[in-house]
């Protein structure tokens, strides 16, 4: 339910604050004076578009604020706290949860819920569970078949959305199996043709055999054999100054060891010369380990490295091959080997797989006709329970000739929905053929025809809160007493807002705001006021005739209120 709207630059309207509350709220004022701006401020904190033409001439931005009171245990306080906001207690299990939309000149829009920042689209979902919006928008839509299914559903209540729940689902994976089985089927030949293709790649790389970081080690040999001569020249050329062994001058090993023999000769005069000398001796045994490795890698060099080195170059072009073809990186040659017998597995396994969803498909198939069939027999058996208690409604809503025909009539073809076809019909008077609403309601019998629809509705789909834009457009007399009538009759299980610019609605209200319009001559500004005893007398009195203080007008709303007083216990 909810509490209080505060409304700031909106429309018309500078600020306003809408007291709500349980029952049936009306809502009137003069044409102009921005009753349409109470429904753009809800539909804004329902997560309706944001449109920056709605924000208030010289005014850089709107907002509006609104308190609803909800169960403190339940959906909708369960997604505001994922959404990261809070509620506070009110009450014996309810909580006070504050929603909030502002819209920026330039076009940007900000979402609160539950006191923290919020996507806009976590409005709407709340919006889902919290009211139901109808405007001259959703009588218009009502006629279409859509609509009427959506209705029929809803009055079918939880047994048909669970079992439409599991007709969906294998709806969808019925879809889902169906159309890639039959894509594996039409490109049965060109996955085919792709399979030998790969065969062919995976063939030739295998062939060559490529071993991850095989070409690295190639080019450091080929660098290697190419330098094989200069390599052996500079290794006998170290070895030789070292540890002479083919020339008879002094060589670092002789000179070494001179050194350290004189050091030795001394050292009793000065250990630490004698220091010096075994470091000398260290220094010697280590160039002996050189010159030892210098002659292992002397032997070590093969003296057929020509022919190692043809036998490299010819491995390094083969490989060069695959990178031109697979590369550019060796890398992914490997990775070409690697994803080619991935999807060549793939491919292989078509026809297994074409079989196991032709298997799956069939038994979904089955299923899903058992499931739609149960679909349309509880819909063939709602639309008659809802068609009589609609009728019941528009005979107490002045058409006490009309009857509301629903029409269910099974399709060949499934879709998401079923495979039903709804339509209502409305029969004006007994003898008459049943003709769409589409095509034979006028505007005033599609407003009836709606809320006759939701009272009956909210019986077994109830929802905490209806909000009805001008639903008595194109009524007059006794049918919009009995529309007010019915308003208040709603209101017994659900929280109900109606726009209206009809005395005879309005007098059933048991809150009445009105949208005062006042001018200073350069600016319009709009509040909203809470009206009671004789200022709520002259509002019906304007409503009736367009004069807040006709002495016959007075009169007649004085009536209005009385008949609705002592009418409204009747309701029902």
Partial sequence: MIEEIGIRDLGVIAEATLPLGTGFTAITGETGAGKTMVVTALGLLLGGRADSGVIRQGNGQASVDGRWVIPADGAVADRVAEAGGGVDPFGEGQAELTLGRSVSAEGRSRAQVGGRSAPVGVLAELGEQLVVVHG?????????????????DRFAGAELAELLADYRTVYSRFLENTTERDTLIRERDARSAEAADLREIIAEIEAVAPQPGEDDELATRAERLTNLEELRLAAAGAREAISAEESEGPDVAMLLDSARRQLERVSAYDAELGTLAEQVATASYQLSEVALELSRYLAGLDADGARELEIVQDRRSELSVLLRKYGPSFDDVLATLENGNRRLLELDSDSDRIDELTTIVEAD??????????VSEMRGSAAARLATAVSDELSALAMPDATLVIDVTGTDELTFSGRDNISFLLKPHAGAEP?????????????????AIEVVIAGTDP???FVFDEVDSGVGGAAAIE???????????????AVTHLAQVAAFANNHLAVVKDSDGTVTASSVRQLTGDERTAEMARLLS?????????????ELLTLARSATHMVG
Wanted: without cysteine.
């Fill in 463 to 465: 929802v905490p809160t």
């Fill in 136 to 152: 001259q928008s959703d009588q218009v839509r009502l006629r279409s078949q859509t609509a009427q299914r959506d209705a029929l």
């Fill in 365 to 374: 198939a089955t299923l899903v006709d058992t499931l739609a069939t149960r």
């Fill in 546 to 558: 367009g004069l807040a203080d006709s002495e016959s007008g007075l009169a007649h709303a004085g």
């Fill in 483 to 497: 529309i007010g009538r019915r308003l208040a009759k709603l209101a017994e299980t659900a929280q109900v807002i």
């Fill in 435 to 451: 003709r769409a609403l589409a095509k034979g309601a006028s505007g005033g019998e599609l407003s009836r025809v709606m809320l």
